[in-house]
Structures are given as structure tokens and as C-alpha cells.
Nanobody, 121 residues
């Protein structure tokens, strides 16, 4: 399975971006999908995850109410809509797929290559 993340860029604080992650698999709906991020000099952290059917979502407290994760199983794609962005959201964002993903990343079976999000103040 290959994951291709896109949609990162430079945005001012308070702005929005939508990340996409396309998966090259016919069994996309079998995977829990998630987003993680890693800021410069910091460890990777969990951002959000979504269950197989999209019916269950989970967010880190730091993004709750601002970010929305969704998926389109017909397009083998997961999205992360990011609103009200803050400078502390600056990071490389990675999508991940796993049978049981979790919040540490250790449950991921596959990782995307990452897309850089930079939020200016």
C-alpha cells in the first residue's frame, strides 16, 4: 500500500488548508486512517483518526473543534480539513493506515511521505 499525501503549504494564522491522502489499495476500507504530525525538533504526535466506515473519529485535544478528518472509500482517500490554523500547527503532516491504528503510530502498517504545513503569525 502506498499513501500519497498532498495539500500542504504556507498559510496565515486563522486560515485554512485541506490535506488529502490517496491510497493505492483496493482494500482501503479495511484500514483505520489517521494523520500525525512532526514539528521541527519535536516528536511525532497524533492528530486525528477515522474508522473504516468513517463513522468514528478521534482527535487530539490540541486540534479538536478546528480540524475535521473524513474519508471517501470510493476514492481511497482520507482528508484533513484544518481551520483556524495557528503557528503551533506548523509541522510535516503524515497520513497513516493500520488495521488498528492507535494514537502512538506504532499501530500503523503504512505511512505517507508527509506534506509540510507552515502557519505564519
Amino acid at each position: 500500500v502506498q499513501l500519497q499525501a498532498s495539500g500542504g503549504g504556507l498559510v496565515q494564522a486563522g486560515g485554512s488548508l485541506r490535506l488529502s491522502c490517496a491510497a493505492s489499495t483496493r482494500t482501503f476500507s479495511n484500514y483505520v486512517m489517521g494523520w500525525f504530525r512532526q514539528a521541527p525538533g519535536k516528536e511525532r504526535e497524533f492528530v486525528a483518526s477515522i474508522g473504516w466506515s468513517g463513522g468514528s473519529t478521534y482527535y487530539a485535544d490540541s486540534v479538536k473543534g478546528r480540524f475535521t478528518i473524513s474519508r471517501d472509500n470510493a476514492k481511497n482517500t482520507v482528508y484533513l480539513q484544518m481551520n483556524s490554523l495557528k503557528p503551533e500547527d506548523t509541522a510535516v503532516y503524515y497520513c497513516a493506515a493500520g488495521r488498528i491504528l492507535g494514537t502512538t503510530g506504532r499501530g500503523a502498517d503504512y505511512w505517507g511521505q508527509g506534506t509540510l504545513v507552515t502557519v505564519s503569525s
